[in-house]
Every structure is written in structure tokens, then in C-alpha cells.
């Protein structure tokens, strides 16, 4: 069944930015009707007939949102640096799914002085980092295994999220430079805040109420 022009498309995030930010949508009484977790499906219905939910990647939310298909989307503020976002806007701190964007480099190790080769999967992020800091850089694109560049000489340093660090201890790696702090955000595009404002506002309204009584 298509949705009618009235109904709010929420473009969720997989894996675990869903498991955090459902319960807080859940407290601001949206709920989908089938568990996300078990179910193969894409698309879900909600206990309110004008909202449903899509499960995507992190990484697709912002298209889904600037092209229209989705209302309001939940992805990671480094997806949102990294994707650069200009028709969009960032409506909320969901404040869960933290973690840090860092560089970081074999253990003990001096960067080489001049050009240093930087893997990352974050290559907007990367370029304009090291371009504030004046420094020029060969970047190298990953999509995974970022530890492996450095010990195998592929790259000086990398430029990757880190949670509890273990991962780059665990390859002999050690955080250098601290880049940004990260969460899930709520972003909307500025036509479905022109056309569904009356809809999106309570929305964001309980979401906020939802995550301040999370923090307490």
C-alpha cells in the first residue's frame, strides 16, 4: 500500500544506532508493529497509521532524506560530515551511539615529516582535516580493515571512528588526534520541514522530552 502525502517516512539507521534510538522513538510513542531485529523486511508499519519506518545503512539515510523519499532520518554525525548535507537540516542530538572520529598510527611512532599517506573511509572528513592543519596527504579510500594500512605500510596514519579503542590496541595502534565527537542525529530536509512541518514538529518535540529523560 503506498502512503499518502500525509505520512511521515522515518529513515532508520542499521545495526547499532537501531538498537539505541527505537527505544527512544518507543517513549515518544512510535513503535513499529513487527520486530525490525528478526524481520527480512525494509519497510514497517508503526502503531500510528501516518508514520512508518525503512531500515537502510548509515550511510544511505541522507540520500533517502535530501531526494524526498524519507520525512526525517537517523544516521551518525560523521556520516553527516562526511556526506556534507547542505539541504538538510540537523534537528536533534539523539545523544546515543557515541563514540570519537580520531586519527591514529602505530604505537610509539613518529608521523614522517612532508606528505603522509592517510586511509580512511572518510575522505571528505580526512581532506578537509589535514587542510586546516596545513598539511599535505595522500589519501587512500577503505571501506574496512583500516588497522591493517598502517602495520602493512599502505598508510602513516588513519582516520576512523573509535568507541572503546580495544580494536586499534589489539593491532598495536594508538589514538593521535581527537577530530570530533559523534552521534545518532535526526536530520530532515528543508522541503519536509516546508511541507510536514505541523506533522515533524511534535515528532522532534517528543523525541527531545524522550532523550532528556533518557539522560536522567
Partial sequence: MQPSSDTITIALSKGRPLKETLPLFAAAGIEPLEDVHTSRKLIFETNRPDVRMIIIRSSDV????????????????????EYGAQDMYELLDLNVSRCKLMTAKIKGEQLPPG??????????????????????????????????????????????????GNTLRANGLETDEFIADISARVIASRLALKMKDEKIKPIIEMLANAVNNNGN
Fill in 62 to 81: 541522507p540520500t533517502y532524506v535530501e531526494y524526498g523519499v524519507a520525512d526525517l532520518g537517523v544516521t551518525g554525525k560523521d556520516v553527516l560530515m
Fill in 115 to 164: 606528505k603522509i599517506k592517510v586511509a580512511s573511509k572518510f575522505i571528505n572528513v580526512a581532506r578537509r582535516y589535514f587542510a586546516n592543519q596545513g598539511r599535505q596527504v595522500e589519501l587512500i579510500k577503505l571501506y574496512g580493515g583500516m588497522e591493517l594500512a598502517p602495520i602493512m605500510n599502505l598508510a602513516d596514519v588513519i582516520v576512523d571512528i573509535v568507541d572503546t
